[in-house]
Nanobody
Framework: QVQLVESGGGLVQTGGSLRLSCAAS????????MAWFRQAPGKEREFVAR??YYVDSVKGRFTMSRDNAKNTVYLQMNSLKPEDTAVYYC?????????????????????WGKGTLVTVFS
């Protein structure tokens, strides 16, 4: 039904910035809660951000936004650290299944992008 495509990943030096994009098709963005997850090799997939909640490790550095007219959400990442290195995934779930202001579980998400790799060096 819903298809998600991430872009914007790449190689960046510690302290640098990247902006990730997630373009959605096959659905109306405003009817879904959107979120960003990340996964490093050997690690579990980790919730990073939704519009109403950020994990402490990225709070103040990452900012999520959405453009319903473009069916696109973004993740602006500033002051990047080596520990931010991971594949970043965009995910979606119906807004009627979740509440605002709380982290989301990967197990509860219904749609996933294929991911975009972010590598932070030094």
């Amino acid at each position: 039904q819903v298809q998600l495509v991430e872009s914007g990943g790449g190689l960046v030096q510690t302290g640098g910035s990247l902006r990730l994009s997630c373009a959605a098709s096959g659905g109306t963005l405003s009817t879904y809660a959107m979120a960003w997850f990340r996964q490093a090799p050997g690690k579990e997939r980790e919730f990073v951000a939704r519009l109403s909640y950020y994990v402490d490790s990225v709070k103040g550095r990452f900012t999520m936004s959405r453009d319903n007219a473009k069916n696109t959400v973004y993740l602006q990442m500033n002051s990047l650290k080596p520990e931010d290195t991971a594949v970043y995934y965009c995910a979606a779930v119906s807004i009627f299944r979740v509440n605002r202001g709380r982290p989301l579980s990967a197990d509860g998400m219904d749609y996933w992008g294929k991911g975009t790799l972010v590598t932070v060096f030094s």
